[in-house]
């Protein structure tokens, strides 16, 4: 998918006989041919005309949830309205798609509706609305406060809360010790099915003030299930703190942060990549993100740190799992990197011993080539 994606952001695509779009998270270019796969006849409506009630049945499905999309980012209530009025009608998965695209735009004004879908004959309908509200900080429903009836107090039992500090206490949130593989399932089931907003309050705590006071290192394995909580359920500014206080830390756990990159913004991600990139300890996270653009990292961004040295260390030593990893690196960076940054960097590997026509350096390969035939073009 990031050839795909490097491709298509400097206005190219693949060739069809090469490859084919295989679902709905392909670049929007590819909405006909997603159709076409479907078993539509016939082409699509022109995407210039607005999407509306009237003419809803002349889109297809997949230039139909892009319409859908642009129209949250800029109309969000009108296309709001629009899947209130529509997605009834839909089946199970289309619903489900529809309601997906409420994220974009997400406010307090979309709480009536989502709370409608409580009686979606959809659970999996019904388990998104319940997420989306979460992150506008709407409670779910929780039982008597035993263990049996309540996820949350299951959950919260999981953790202990605890004070810190001589003379100023502050309150911390530190995972319990588990006993068992069987203890270890239940708490990530829980984790994930339940909702930062309720599992706060159930320490009579705030978002803000549940993440602030998590103690961060103390079990790595439920340090990730937080994070993946965070970016399920937790509002935008909830997702935002985690990310900006943790790669503000620094070390190891501002690679959690690689959990939160699907609801970060552009900015917030590039800083996480490049505060990778400028510590190397754990260089190989950064192929781990996801929803990261492409094409804006710049040559600065590899001087300023250790990246070089670590790759030329790397490629010139003898560790065959530093090397195999190198090649996850390298091709993430081909993504990510300017045309010059590719370009240069090509010859900085090459110069340190890495062959040539090593398929490590594919990806870079091709963004340079890319630019180099897309200068040449009048399109």
């Known amino acids: ?14 060739h069809p006989m090469d490859w084919m779009p295989s679902d709905q998270n392909s670049p929007d270019v590819y909405a006909p041919w997603i159709d076409w796969q479907a078993g539509i006849e016939g082409q699509a409506h022109a995407p210039r005309e607005k999407l509306t009630a009237e003419n809803w049945d002349d889109f297809y499905p997949a230039a139909r949830r892009i319409a859908l999309a642009d129209m949250r980012r800029s109309e969000p209530t009108a296309a709001r309205m629009l899947i209130e009025t529509k997605a009834p009608g839909e089946s199970a998965d289309v619903r489900l798609a529809l309601i997906e695209l409420m994220r974009f735009g997400l406010t307090l004004e979309d709480a009536p509706f989502l709370k409608s879908l409580s009686a979606d004959r959809s659970g999996k309908v019904r388990e998104l609305a319940g997420r989306l509200l979460a992150r506008l900080g709407e409670h779910g429903r929780t039982g008597d406060g035993g263990s049996t009836d309540d996820p949350v107090a299951e959950l919260a039992a999981f ?13 911390t949130y530190t995972p319990v010790k588990l006993k068992s593989p069987a203890q270890e399932q239940r708490r990530a089931e829980l984790f994930e099915t339940c909702n930062l907003v309720d599992l706060a309050a159930r320490f009579g705590a705030t978002e803000p003030e ?7 290192g103390a079990d790595n394995n439920a340090d990730i299930l937080i994070a993946r909580m965070v970016a399920a359920s937790g509002s935008d500014a909830a997702v935002t703190q985690m990310a900006d206080t943790l790669v503000a830390d620094g070390g190891k756990p501002a690679l959690f942060v690689v959990h939160l990159t699907p609801r970060l913004d552009s900015r917030r991600k590039r800083v996480f990549i490049r505060s990778i990139l400028k510590e190397t300890n754990y260089l190989g996270v950064i192929s781990l993100a996801e929803g990261i653009d492409a094409g804006w990292l710049g040559w600065d961004d590899l001087t300023n740190g250790q990246v070089l040295p670590a790759l030329r260390s790397v490629i010139g030593g003898n560790d065959d799992v530093m090397r195999r990893g190198l090649d996850d690196i390298l091709e993430t960076i081909g993504f990510l990197a300017t045309t010059p940054t590719a370009a240069r960097l090509i010859d900085e590997v090459v110069a340190a011993g890495m062959p040539p026509a090593a398929p490590s350096l594919t990806l870079l390969r091709l963004n340079a080539a890319l630019a180099e035939q897309s200068s040449g073009t009048d399109t």
């Open 210 to 216: 549940f993440i602030g006071a998590w103690q961060f």
């Open 1 to 14: 998918m990031r050839v795909v994606t490097l491709v298509a952001s400097r206005g190219f695509v693949i």
């Open 159 to 171: 953790i202990s809360e605890g004070k810190s500090g001589f003379i100023r206490r502050r309150t």
